[in-house]
């Protein structure tokens, strides 16, 4: 069944595509012609003959000599607008297949020359030089090949004019070498990476940037200025391209992995027994439908090299964020991007992560033992995208996960088969019109989430579907912006699915005070709006700022395929910020800003006010630093009580203050220190170091560790209906967390490297002073709470060391209990670590070894001892997965 439903999915999106593809049709863009050349900014590229160059960082070839020198760079930092103290000579070949890049980088002093051998795609403080081609020519997009005299290979693409994907992974070559005259780049970059439309002579805009690293020194051939509010807008223009037609693309990569499992084995239990061993075959493929459209399409993705989440507790009514770390999902992400506040910031229209998510059903052990997925099988993914020359943007993606089964032996010993999470097709379409070579846009967003229940999974949602518009207009020589946004949600499904969905963290229809939310137990659908609308200076002189104001409507709901922590909210805010560019007497830069901001309900409680004050710099020896203060005023709190009354908060203060060290030495280091602390009694701060140690050029070594604390004098611990009302209690949370984040990176030739990632995380909470909510809005604080003394609240130990003690609440202390809770005391220890060896034996094709392993420990008691709980979590069990993945990079 899942297969079908996959082979339908992916034949429904090539049909798209068909519906897509004449929008996106090939046609010479009238207003390329017209566009004018931003003399003196004007590089011409020459027809590589007789012959094409080798790529061998030489540049000692014929046709070299023959191709045009782009010269005269001028300084970006630290002196913006000086001539360049180390000349610098750019030439352009190209041919029917790619695009020749070479440049001769002079340098007074070769032996300063700086080139950190790291991994591809990593930044080192080393000399760079960037080559930046916007094919499209929209003054939007750019693509971007970099490299350092190690031969480093870095690459990005750069869209809405300043914005980066580093993400996007190019197949291209290149090659460097350093003489008594300095060093030299020979790139070569096939035209299949790149994207244009057909014309009889392409128009591209482009640049060349050099980084001197030893004097902190940039150059660029069409300076930047630093107060542009643009980056690819600013480019000059590369022309001479004639008789070159965009490739057909075909990229395939098929992969093939097996696994080794270690982990405890559990008397007993039949599917633990210590070992697993499985293979697994897949592969991707990137397909050129048109000049302006590729598809990208994943079968059984792996994604075993990648990096383990960060540990957390997380105490609070929200979801836990975790960012995009899957290879398919994170190159082109940009055309899925939609923030719900039209900006920046976690809620997302889209989030990638729910494809593939955690099943969310559990299995029914039925007195046995049951084995279920760590995660959803991905059969099958594919993305269509790509930007025609009349500024049309398209975007298209579709996902179908499986239905997951968690299989279950029973205490009789029979075998059962729970499904936990149900086939699901996940859809996405994006679309955007360019206008004034992109300085205007209007677009929309659509998103759709389709899942096949069976009776158990019947709280789940069947349907949900989002959507809406977004628009953005620059003027005044692009300095200022207006851009705004609305979105629709709709979901569906049982009367059980909406009611959680009406009672989630997000919105909590069920609150008592809340006259304007309408629980309705009924109901079996959900709909909402969400709006942003922004206006502010963001480009020319030193002075910036915006005016904003966002609402989601309280119904609206976007978590089955986006991220959204909160609903029923109207937000206003403004900031105004100073910045200084040029270097002077004490700072290289500087800056200052000034934020407010006001939160609400639908039905007016105020949530949130506050401003705050804050400013960096960095001084003439490329040290600096960060700080700011913040103050917030009371207001309602009308979560805290996890679905229960709003409750009146305190005022609050907090500041922050950090420093880091000049980056460019052998070691350096970054700190930071919080605190934050409310008109009563809560506080919390933190403190954290960054380390990194280069003891060679090919090695680095960072270490991040960090301590916070945290005393919350009103944690929310549990709710429990007695006496004909629901009662609500919370306790004094006394919580410390340790961490340390270690990296290393060895780096052997920039095709074989080795990383490795560790994480030990120790939390512990201690509960204490627990009390009722009796009136949670009073004026005086201590009128909010009635203490649980001992005449009202016993504590009975458990027998067992794996399950919590027991709280016993008798609230009108007549000798009889009307509910209990369980000991919230905690104490969570985890280890996550990494060691990858990845070798890159052919371009595009790679080679990964893979080591991960995960030790966990936890104990239901506050105590936080440092030395020993290492010591535990270090003794601990764990689990050790070992792969080997081979790809092999095809383009026939």
């Not at 980056?663 to 960054?690: C, L, M, N, Q, Y």
């Not at 990194?692 to 090695?699: C, L």
């Not at 944690?715 to 270690?742: E, F, P, S």
Request: with cysteine.
């Amino acid at each position: 069944m899942a297969p079908r439903i996959a082979r339908v999915a992916l034949t429904a999106l090539l049909v798209t595509c068909g519906g897509v593809a004449p929008l996106l049709a090939e046609e010479e863009d009238p207003e390329n012609k017209k566009k004018p050349d931003p003399e003196p900014y004007l590089a011409v590229a020459t027809r590589a003959t007789p012959g094409t160059p080798e790529i061998d960082g030489r540049l000692d070839e014929a046709a070299w000599a023959l191709a045009e020198p782009i010269s005269d760079f001028v300084q970006r930092d630290p002196n913006e607008g000086e001539p360049a103290s180390e000349r610098t000579e750019t030439r352009v070949l190209y041919d029917d297949g790619a695009i020749y890049v070479g440049v001769r980088a002079y340098d007074s002093d070769p032996g300063e020359i700086i080139g950190q051998l790291t991994r591809r795609d990593q930044y080192s403080p080393s000399d760079w030089i960037v080559v930046s081609i916007d094919s499209y020519y929209d003054r939007r997009t750019a693509f971007e090949f970099r490299v350092n005299p190690a031969g480093v290979e870095r690459d990005m693409f750069r869209y809405n004019d300043t914005w980066q994907d580093v993400s996007w992974n190019a197949v291209w070559d290149v090659a460097t070498t350093i003489d008594d005259e300095g060093w030299i780049a020979e790139f070569r970059i096939p035209l299949s990476q790149l994207r244009f439309s057909e014309a009889e002579e392409q128009v591209w805009g482009f640049n060349i940037e050099r980084v001197i690293q030893r004097k902190n020194e940039t150059v660029q051939w069409k300076p930047i200025p630093k107060d542009a509010s643009g980056w690819v807008s600013e480019y000059g223009v590369l022309r001479g391209l004639t008789g070159i037609e965009p490739p057909r693309r075909l990229e395939l990569q098929p992969y093939v992995v097996a696994q080794q499992a270690f982990a405890p084995a559990q008397r007993g239990n039949p599917f633990e027994d210590g070992t697993e061993t499985w293979g697994t075959v897949g592969g991707d493929l990137r397909y050129g439908v048109t000049n302006s459209l590729t598809l990208n399409m994943t079968i059984n993705p792996d994604f075993g090299q990648v990096e383990a989440d960060p540990s957390v507790v997380n105490l609070s009514a929200f979801e836990t964020f975790f960012s995009e770390r899957r290879p398919f999902f994170l190159e082109g992400a940009n055309i899925f991007r939609l923030p719900l506040n039209g900006g920046g910031g976690i809620e997302q229209l889209f989030y990638s992560r729910r494809i593939g998510r955690r099943p969310q059903g559990g299995a029914d052990r039925r007195g046995g033992y049951a084995d279920s997925p760590s995660n959803t099988t991905i059969i099958g993914a594919a993305k269509l995208s790509g930007k025609s020359a009349n500024g049309w943007s398209v975007g298209v993606l579709n996902a179908v996960t499986s239905d997951e089964e968690a299989t279950v032996i029973d205490s009789a010993g029979a075998v059962h088969h729970d499904v936990v999470e149900p086939l699901t097709n996940y859809g996405v379409a994006r679309i955007q019109k360019d206008f004034r070579e992109g300085q205007s846009a209007v677009g929309g967003m659509f998103t759709a989430v389709n899942r096949k229940l069976t009776d158990n999974l019947s709280f789940l949602r069947s349907a949900a579907y989002t959507g809406g518009i977004d628009a953005r207009h620059r003027f005044g020589d692009g300095n200022w912006e207006l851009s705004g946004q609305v979105l629709g949600s709709y979901i569906l499904g049982s009367r059980e699915a909406i009611e959680i969905a009406q009672n989630s963290s997000a919105r909590y229809f069920q609150r008592p005070d809340a006259d304007h939310l309408n629980f309705d137990a009924e109901r079996t659908s959900l709909y909402g709006t969400s709006g942003a609308f922004s206006f502010g200076k963001i480009g020319g002189g030193h002075w910036r700022g915006s005016l904003n104001t966002q609402w989601v409507s309280p119904g609206f709901e976007t978590n089955d395929i986006g991220f959204q922590r909160s609903a029923d909210v109207i937000r206003n805010n403004a900031w105004i910020g100073y910045r200084e560019f040029q270097p002077g007497k004490v700072f290289r830069r500087y800056n200052l800003n000034w934020n407010a901001w006001r939160s609400q309900t639908f039905g007016g409680e105020r949530t949130s006010t506050g401003t705050n004050i804050n400013g960096s710099f960095t001084l003439l020896n490329y040290w600096g630093g960060w700080a700011g203060i913040n103050r917030e005023f009371d207001y309602l709190n009308i979560r805290v009580l996890r679905g229960g009354p709003a409750v009146k908060g305190p005022g609050a203060w907090n500041w922050w203050a950090g420093f880091f060290s000049d980056s460019r030495k052998p070691v350096s280091v970054e700190a930071s220190i919080w605190r934050w602390f409310d008109d009563e009694r809560s506080h919390a701060g933190g403190i954290w170091t960054g380390l990194t140690w280069r003891p060679v050029a090919n090695v680095r070594l960072t270490a991040g560790p960090r301590y916070n604390w945290n005393h919350d004098d009103w944690q929310y611990v549990a709710t429990a209906n007695a006496l004909g009302a629901d009662n609500y209690v919370l306790g004094v949370l006394d919580q410390k967390t340790i961490a340390m984040t270690t990296r290393l990176d060895w780096t052997f030739t920039p095709n074989l490297s080795l990383q490795l990632y560790a994480q030990p995380f120790i939390s512990s909470g201690n509960y204490t002073a627990f009390r009722e909510v009796v009136a949670p809005k009073a004026d005086v604080y201590e009128d909010r709470f009635a203490r649980l003394d001992e005449d009202r609240l016993t504590y009975e130990p458990s027998d067992d060391p794996d399950e919590p003690g027991t709280y016993h609440v008798d609230l009108n202390a007549d000798g009889t209990n009307e509910f209990s809770f369980a000991d919230p005391n905690f104490n969570f220890k985890q280890l996550r670590s990494t060691v990858v060896l990845r070798w890159e034996y052919l371009s595009g094709s790679t080679l990964f070894f893979v080591w991960s392993q995960s030790k966990t420990a936890s104990a239901f008691t506050g105590d936080f001892r440092p030395g020993r709980n290492l010591r535990e979590l270090f003794d601990a069990s764990g689990d050790n997965i070992f792969s080997i993945k081979l790809n092999y990079y095809i383009n026939p």
